[in-house]
């Protein structure tokens, strides 16, 4: 066993996973998994730079990461970066930041590279455990992009298009620096027209049709997963591998856009941080469910942290 620790930070949250992985037999025992949201992406749509505040929430985050790093005795620690900080202007800011903080430097990775990881995060168990159709078609709805692979043991085929929740919501659902509260339909039809370019564009590359196993990673998905179970608070272990209709989605989306933020922010699971955007996520799930015809979602709660910590431990990813 190697004991390693992960940091994903995207345009929404940063999440940390210090982990025990032995590559050899495919097992990860998992010692602390935690995730922020700091919203880093705020405004750079926009302005294209890094908000002062966001980078200092940011920062907040990785002292508090470095001291669990430093209490648990991560023997390597790799740091990926995501969309926000790939468009920011602003970047090296960031980039200094980290460093001082941990040691090492975050690794700005591109949108495929993202999607390499995400799949052998969220597949790795389901190709030893689960009896499940193959190809896999992986979506990691980000905050502000989404991953698509297909792959059956490894990956055939990714593409990262810039949709996610929070993009969508800043792009569409926001007017006089306030979010719609709930949107209008004009609004909800311009992040589905935005959606549908994204999925034509996917499509492409990812023989998106070829699907026979819908894999959903990340946090709208993992709400969702929440919300259609009725969980009274957020419990990853019945989250994870649970099966989520289309039927279910459909109607969490409607009551997502359709729902105050008081309503949306009083449901058990809901993150403070994703009352505002699970309804744009919402959305980006039911169309992609509804392009390749997918009954049920199959929700991980393991995605591209556990890649990441794959990578550092040695495995072939």
Known sequence: MTRVAGIDCGTNSIRLLVADCDPATGDLVELDRRMTIVRLGQGVDRTGRLAPEALERTFAACREYAAVIKEL???????????????????????????????????????DQEAE???????????AHQHLERPFLVVDIGGGSTEFVVGDDHVRAARSVDVGCVRMTER???????????????????VRADIEAALDL???????????????????VTTIAGIALGLSEYRSSEIHHSRISYEQVRAITERMLTATHDERAAIPVMHPGRVDVIGAGALVLLAIMERIGASEVVVSEHDILDGIAWSVAGATV
């Not at 980039?95 to 990775?109: F, H, N, S, Y």
């Not at 569409?172 to 311009?190: F, M, N, R, S, W």
């Open 202 to 220: 996917a499509s492409e590359t990812v023989p998106l049709a070829e699907a026979r196993t819908l894999v959903g990673l990340a946090g709208s």
């Open 73 to 111: 005795g991560a023997e390597r620690v790799r740091f990926v970066a995501t969309s926000a900080s790939r468009d920011a202007e602003n970047r090296d800011d960031f980039v200094r930041g980290v460093v001082e903080i941990l040691g090492v430097e975050p690794e700005v990775i591109s949108g």
């Open 117 to 127: 990881f995400s799949f052998t995060g969220a597949t790795r168990e389901l190709t």
């Open 172 to 190: 569409h659902l926001v007017v006089d620096g306030v979010v719609t509260d709930p949107p209008a339909e004009e609004q909800i039809a311009a």
